[in-house]
């Protein structure tokens, strides 16, 4: 059974940092050969797209309002991957998901359970 555990939200005032963590765990789940990323969804939105990183980390890929504010990186030894939010602001406001294994185009087949981030003005 495949299990990706979200930790590091919670409420952060504007302009500061926060870090979120994704461990992934199950027998079948090859960590290190998939490529994981970071979606979010605000309340009453729909879930978008935060950021991807590809099996090494020598590749990331950003949604363009979030460059230069967020990074992506990951640590095979570790199993994990996380997301660097620096600079927050109100509309980064969001529950934060974790994804692994790349389908197709922004779609990945296991999705973690979320981590709640809110920002306050």
């Known amino acids: 059974q495949v299990q990706l555990v979200e930790s590091g939200g919670g409420l952060v005032q504007a302009g500061n940092s926060l870090r979120l963590s994704c461990v992934a765990s199950?027998?079948?789940?090859?960590?290190?050969?998939?490529?994981m990323a970071w979606f979010r969804q605000a309340p009453g939105k729909q879930r978008e797209f935060v950021a991807t990183?590809?099996?090494?980390?020598?590749?990331?890929f950003y949604a363009e309002p979030l460059k230069g504010r967020f990074t992506i990186s990951r640590d095979n030894a570790k199993n994990t991957v996380y997301l660097q939010m620096d600079q927050v602001k109100p509309e980064d406001t969001a529950v934060y998901f974790c994804?692994?294994?790349?389908?197709?185009?922004?779609?990945?087949?296991?999705w973690g359970q979320g981590t709640q981030v809110t920002v306050s003005s």
């Open positions: 199950g027998r079948t789940f090859r960590f290190s050969e998939y490529a």
């Open positions: 990183i590809d099996w090494n980390g020598a590749n990331t």
């Open positions: 994804a692994g294994d790349m389908t197709g185009a922004y779609k990945f087949r296991y």
